[in-house]
């Protein structure tokens, strides 16, 4: 027999934010401000760690670093990604690279012209990848 609870979670939910854990706060902070982040808070958490949100514009979401200074972060490839999509990933992924970061596949100009998936990735300083995708 079929019963038909009432669901506690069928009001809207959003997702609100996803924390990493890096090694280097400044270098972290650069990272993500060069693919286009806003610094909108420092504080520290009440274990005494730094954490800093970072926030893309027009976005409700944001990304929040935390860095503890005993704690070594390590990320395994393919273990986790963020994914940001973007109007014009050739436009972005130029503008990306020439602010110094590496993007992937190399040859993604090449990849792009023959018309495979519009999709690139980077990888931030803590082996983070981040994903892009046209949009």
């Not at 009432?6 to 990272?31: G, K, N, Q, W, Y």
């Not at 401000?33 to 808070?41: A, F, P, R, W």
Request: glycine content about 6%; some cysteine; hydrophobic content about 35%.
């Amino acid at each position: 027999m079929r019963r038909d609870y009432a669901h506690p979670c069928r009001v809207m939910i959003r997702f609100l934010h996803t924390r990493i854990r890096v090694r280097d706060l400044e270098a972290s902070i650069d990272f993500y401000t060069k693919l286009g982040y806003e610094v909108s808070e420092r504080k520290p958490s009440p274990q005494g760690n730094s954490l800093v949100f970072l926030t893309l514009p027009g976005n409700d979401v944001f990304l929040e670093l935390c860095h503890s200074p005993d704690y070594t972060a390590t990320c395994p490839e393919d273990l986790m990604h963020t994914c940001l999509g973007v109007p014009d990933i050739i436009e972005y992924c130029d503008k990306v690279e020439k602010s110094g970061i590496e993007i992937w596949p190399g040859n993604w100009r090449e990849k792009f012209a023959t018309g495979e998936k519009l999709m690139a990735f980077v990888t931030d300083p803590d082996g983070y990848e981040v994903e892009i995708l046209q949009r």
